[in-house]
Nanobody, 120 residues
Framework: QVQLVESGGGLVQAGGDLGLSCAAS????????MGWYRQIPGKQRELVAH???????RYASSVKGRFTISRENAKNTVYLQMNSLKPEDTAVYYC??????????????WGQGTQVTVSS
């Protein structure tokens, strides 16, 4: 069984900074791509950023230049540093990881979500 546990999030004023982290634990052989998604009520979940096992990154155009994704493989953890936050960044943020659990099984796992609220 694999779990993704998120931390961080909360309430911040516009222009402020916030950091999220997500640690994977359990039966893990290797972790491939890790990422962050966000969802506003009534809308589809959207990709914020992801990072491959080779540390290649991809960002949504709306966050490029403001958010930074990184990972610490020794801790099975992915981070999202969010700077210059805007009210439109308000959403529930979900961690996502593509994990190989053994030589025959590979699954995508999701965290429980953490609320980020940016006040104007």
């Amino acid at each position: 069984q694999v779990q993704l546990v998120e931390s961080g999030g909360g309430l911040v004023q516009a222009g402020g900074d916030l950091g999220l982290s997500c640690a994977a634990s359990g039966s893990i052989f290797s972790i491939n791509t890790m990422g962050w998604y966000r969802q506003i009520p009534g809308k589809q979940r959207e990709l914020v950023a992801h990072i491959t096992s080779g540390n290649s990154t991809r960002y949504a155009s709306s966050v490029k230049g403001r958010f930074t994704i990184s990972r610490e493989n020794a801790k099975n953890t992915v981070y999202l540093q969010m700077n210059s936050l805007k009210p439109e960044d308000t959403a529930v943020y979900y961690c996502n990881a593509d994990i190989t659990v053994d030589v025959t099984r590979r699954y995508v796992y999701w965290g429980q979500g953490t609320q980020v609220t940016v006040s104007s």
